[in-house]
């Protein structure tokens, strides 16, 4: 696609529920970064995936959240048994595998994201 | 305590006028630095990108100057206009680091 597109664009849950989202990057994007960005705080770092794989999931809050990717392409986050601190808005990110983001050519495309509300 | 710190944090400017954002970073090693323009209720999108060798670049009326001795950098906006009423967020790469450390961003209001 001509961007990164994310659903649900809105999500209100009860506590307990799971929540899924999904990001569908920019074609030929092989890395895909995943961050939670809460009132008045800077972006933090979820997970990242290249190709498949995630070679740094360090970021993940608790073993409550998990993501996949498949195909190289879409990925999913999964919050199970939702909290209220989980609530915040959830960006997606692509970009071309350069050097990893040590390089200053490897531009990040960001999603306009995934707002949760956890009642 | 963040590795990248952001001032102001709010400001509200005439539009027509010029106004400068600074970021301060801890960063170490340092690899590069980028300004990011994020619009309420969309994601951020980049505006500049600086290496350690770069001093200043440009990107139509934003213009990020880089002190990669003093860890700081500033975004300048020229000649403000109502779109330009966003958040700035400057973010850091380290050496041989594939993590980015995200200042919280300064909030710019642009008003008639």
């Known amino acids: 696609g001509a961007g990164v597109s994310q659903s649900p664009s809105n999500k209100v849950t009860e506590k307990g529920k799971d929540v899924e989202l999904r990001c569908d990057p920019i074609?030929?994007?092989?890395?895909l970064y995943w961050y939670r960005q809460s009132l008045g705080q800077g972006l933090e770092f979820l997970i990242y995936?290249?190709?498949?794989?995630?070679?740094?999931k360090s970021g993940l809050p608790s073993d409550r959240f998990s993501a996949e990717r498949t195909g190289g392409s879409v990925s999913t986050l999964t919050i199970q048994r939702t909290q209220q601190e989980d609530s915040a808005v959830y960006l997606c990110?692509?970009?071309?595998?350069?050097?990893?983001?040590?390089?200053?050519?490897?531009?990040?495309?960001f999603g306009a994201g995934s707002r949760l509300t956890v009642l | 305590k963040n590795q990248v710190e952001q001032s102001p944090q709010s400001l509200i400017i005439l539009e027509g006028k010029n106004c400068t954002l600074q970021?301060?970073?801890?960063?170490?090693?340092?690899?590069?630095l980028r300004w990011y323009k994020q619009d309420t209720g969309r994601g951020p999108v980049s505006l500049t990108i600086?290496?350690?060798?770069?001093n200043t670049k440009s990107n139509g009326r934003y213009t990020a100057t880089l002190d990669a001795d003093t860890k700081q950098s500033s975004l300048h906006i020229t000649a403000s206009q109502l779109s330009d009423s966003a958040s700035y967020i400057c973010?850091?790469?380290?050496?041989?680091?594939?993590?980015?450390?995200f200042g919280k961003g300064n909030q710019v209001v642009v008003i008639p």
């Open positions: 990110a692509s970009s071309l595998w350069s050097q990893g983001l040590s390089s200053g050519a490897n531009v990040l495309t």
């Open positions: 074609s030929g994007h092989t890395a």
């Open positions: 995936f290249q190709g498949n794989s995630a070679p740094d």
């Open positions: 970021c301060n970073y801890t960063v170490s090693p340092f690899s590069n």
């Open positions: 600086m290496t350690f060798s770069e």
């Open positions: 973010v850091v790469s380290g050496e041989g680091n594939n993590r980015l450390a």
